[in-house]
């Protein structure tokens, strides 16, 4: 089992920045990829970041590319999410999200949220005009 806690949630002004984090415990050497999803209420969940955890390969929505970046310190456990020039549009609940090697199946999409096994709480993002 994989415990996720997500923080650095809050307020920002359009065009400012953020940094959230995914505090990991638990098995973490069994993750085999570790995403970033996104959801405000009304709709689906969707994909933002993820990387792989063994090889550093990085996924990104198209909505985010060349704003977000996605790290992670395998020393500290935690991964992080680096939101830059943020949009009110980036406003949502973020969730941090793992997929272990029980679950990995071929097939695997990154960005897609049924492939992951392992969800933290959330944190909340909201940027205003």
């Known amino acids: 089992q994989v415990q996720l806690v997500e923080s650095g949630g809050g307020s920002v002004q359009a065009g400012g920045s953020l940094r959230l984090s995914c505090a990991s415990s638990?098995?973490?050497?069994?993750?085999?990829?570790m995403a970033w999803f996104r959801q405000t209420p009304g709709k689906e969940r969707e994909g933002v970041a993820a990387?792989?955890?063994?090889?550093?390969?990085?996924v990104y929505a198209d909505s985010v590319k060349g704003r977000f970046t996605i790290s992670q310190d395998k020393a500290k456990n935690t991964l992080y999410l680096q939101m830059n020039s943020l949009k009110i549009e980036d406003t949502a609940m973020y969730y941090c999200?793992?997929?272990?090697?029980?679950?990995?199946?071929?097939?695997?999409?990154?960005?897609?949220?049924?492939?992951?096994?392992?969800w933290g709480q959330g944190t909340q993002v909201t940027v205003s005009s």
């Open positions: 990387i792989s955890t063994g090889g550093g390969r990085t």
């Open positions: 638990g098995d973490t050497t069994s993750s085999v990829w």
């Open positions: 999200a793992a997929v272990t090697w029980m679950a990995y199946m071929t097939g695997f999409q990154a960005l897609r949220t049924e492939d992951y096994n392992h």
